[in-house]
């Protein structure tokens, strides 16, 4: 399994409208695509108020490819969400059980 965190750094101004659309455009494209394993949200703390976090988890590279691309080191944003985008950074980890 292929851990991917996304981290983003957002106009704080747009934070409302962020929101809504990271629930309403971002998560369902994530959603959708073949291979999701599972996701986690995180939201931000007091000390990193414009920073959120999606981890998705992937069955293979190969299926986490198809979704991100031939260079699945840079971000995937829907249409319509990189007006929201100061910074973002993508991680990915090979996932190992106890």
């Not at 809504?20 to 695509?33: A, E, G, M, R, Y």
């Not at 999701?36 to 992937?58: A, M, R």
Request: net charge negative.
């Amino acid at each position: 399994m292929i851990i991917r965190i996304f981290k983003v750094r957002i106009k704080p101004e747009l934070r409302s409208e962020f929101e809504n659309d990271f629930n309403t455009v971002s998560l369902p494209h994530v959603k959708n695509q073949d291979g999701l394993v599972s996701y986690t949200i995180g939201y931000p703390v007091p000390d990193s108020p414009d920073d959120y976090l999606l981890i998705t988890n992937w069955e293979s590279e190969e299926l986490l490819r198809k979704f991100a691309g031939a260079d699945y080191n840079e971000a995937v944003i829907p249409d319509g969400m990189r007006k929201y985008v100061v910074k973002c950074w993508v991680d990915h980890f090979e996932a190992h059980s106890s």
